[in-house]
């Protein structure tokens, strides 16, 4: 049966979904907002008309509206979890492409566009291997989003970690390349022009901590992630499922270009660490 399709009350549903990207109508632990139990009310009741008009207005935005029950993992008990998706083909909605994210992980007011960026790529790619390749995880294995755990300081030792090995790699090119190709072969590290100089030309354990810090705040405020309890004392993070949902409709257009389709996430992380080009980008960015 159809009617008089009310727009305003659309309008609330959408603006809210494009605030949050997420609506659940209950939740397995603590409790929904009352918006969201509104919303979630407004949104089971749509008749036919309704949805397709709801779903009109979000996609002329390039938005996809996604609706799961409790046969997906970690959907409460009968309850129904709606996600927006920013549309595959629209670039703002890659994940490396977020302009509020570079701008919160900087660490001063001086920082180049490039060397934020840089840092907001690196940690990003390690944060997915935690994500998908520690548990040998496909992406479009988006059910398994629950399985997708991220401890703080372990993010932060596998960062560090590869900064050595990337500091380790300068060092034995420098040492192998001929003096006159030194400076050449020096600019064609990225990253030790970029995440490895701080303030003092050298990356400490307290810039690597402030970077990871902004960058988990920018994917729990983003509803990528959430923080869960952890015993071990440390911050730990998991998936929801509208970050695993986003990476598996964003993957091709947002991240795979960095490296050829059948290279995984390992070799992207070496090819982002060897072969991004640095020097000139970093002023003009």
Not at 126 to 155: C, W
């Amino acid at each position: 049966m159809s009617g008089l399709i009310d727009y305003e009350r659309l309008g609330r549903v959408s603006d809210l979904l494009k605030r949050q990207r997420i609506i659940r109508s209950a939740a397995q632990e603590g409790r929904v907002r009352d918006i969201e139990i509104e919303a979630s009310e407004i949104l089971r009741s749509l008749r036919d008309d309704e949805r397709e008009a709801l779903d009109a207005l979000l996609r002329g935005g390039g938005w996809e509206l996604q609706e799961y029950d409790d046969a997906m993992p970690g959907v409460a008990s009968r309850a129904r979890v709606w996600v927006l998706i920013r549309d595959a083909e629209t670039r703002e909605g890659s994940p490396l492409s977020l302009e509020p994210a570079w701008l919160r992980l900087a660490l001063r007011s001086n920082e180049t566009r490039a060397t934020t960026i840089y840092w907001f790529m690196f940690i990003w790619l390690q944060t997915l291997s935690f994500l998908y390749e520690r548990i040998n995880r496909p992406v479009s294995a988006v059910s398994e989003y629950v399985s997708g755990i991220i401890d703080r300081d372990e993010l932060e030792e596998r960062i560090q970690e590869r900064l050595d090995e990337i500091r380790a790699l300068g060092d034995r090119v420098m040492v192998a390349g001929p003096q006159e190709g030194d400076a050449t072969e020096r600019q064609r590290l990225p990253i030790a022009q970029t995440l490895l100089a701080g303030e003092d030309g050298h990356t400490r354990a307290s810039d690597i901590r402030r970077r990871v810090g902004a960058f988990l705040k920018v994917m729990e405020d983003g509803f990528m992630i959430e923080r869960i309890a952890s015993d071990a004392g440390s911050e730990r993070y998991r998936q929801t499922l509208l970050g695993a949902v986003q990476i598996n409709q964003s993957y091709s257009s947002g991240l795979i270009h960095l490296v050829p389709v059948e290279q995984t996430l390992a070799e992207m992380d070496r090819r982002l660490a060897a072969e991004t080009a640095p020097g000139d980008t970093a002023d003009a960015a």
